[in-house]
């Protein structure tokens, strides 16, 4: 599934269950944050979605044993010039890291032997293909992340509007007849409380997320750096 249909049917499937929850499951204190309460709901559903996503999607792309196991065994294999061998426990891990490191030691076996290629130049086609598995490996890494800091973003936004709506009330109460109302005072105030404790909640949920993601991704970079070095200058030493 493409990523802007995936997202229109999450973000159109959150408002719905959202507007149910309201609706049905929620305790009346709550309801009385009003509509927005239903947007705050939608942000909730699509904060769990992204996160169980990047959850899944980050552990397939770590691959099925440890990485610190697997390059231990890669660059031994490689070391020992057993090309065959290190391919095949790239096949046996799978995952982001893999595949890269795969990519290159797959063409440095066609561009081996080849007689009209000079050393470097078969290096620097191996690192080309390296850095170019890299990049498309990245994207997959790092789906969703922005998804997640503009829902910070936006929640912030959507409880603010709803306390800036709550004290609207609220004073519109105290000017009624120049006296307080103190039921329609109690309401604003509360929609007003309600919305500002969802935003924030909201807020603070998706960027703890978000910098998790963030440091997990970054690791994984740098162990597929510190592998892809490893394993060209191990294949400089085949020449």
């Not at 893999?98 to 690192?127: C, H, P, T, Y």
């Not at 970079?221 to 191990?234: F, G, K, L, P, R």
Request: hydrophobic share 50%; proline share 1%.
């Amino acid at each position: 599934m493409k990523q802007g249909m995936f997202n229109t049917i999450l973000i159109t499937a959150a408002f719905v269950i959202g507007f149910c929850i309201f609706e049905f499951l929620l305790p009346e204190f709550i309801q009385k944050g009003g509509p927005l309460v239903v947007a705050l709901l939608a942000l909730s559903i699509m904060v769990v979605t992204y996160v169980i996503e990047r959850i899944l999607s980050l552990r397939k792309a770590q691959g099925k044993a440890a990485l610190e196991k697997f390059l231990s065994t890669l660059i031994k294999h490689v070391s020992a010039g057993d090309l065959e061998a290190a391919i095949s426990a790239c096949d046996g891990q799978r995952g982001s890291l893999a595949n890269i490191i795969k990519s290159g030691l797959e063409r440095f076996s066609e561009i081996r032997g080849d007689k009209a290629m000079e050393a470097k130049d078969k290096m620097g086609e191996v690192q080309r293909v390296i850095e170019e598995a890299t990049m498309l490996e990245m994207p997959i890494l790092e789906k969703n992340l922005i998804a997640l800091s503009t829902i910070a973003s936006i929640a912030t936004m959507v409880g603010l509007l709803g306390t800036v709506i709550g004290m609207i009330r609220s004073f519109a109460a105290l000017a009624h007849a120049g006296s307080a109302d103190a039921v329609q005072l109690s309401q604003g105030i509360s929609e007003a409380l309600i919305n500002t404790a969802g935003g924030i909640s909201i807020a603070i949920t998706s960027i703890v997320c978000y910098n998790f993601f963030t440091t997990k991704i970054d690791g994984m970079t740098y162990m597929i750096d510190e592998a892809s070095y490893d394993v060209i200058q191990n294949l400089k030493s085949k020449l």
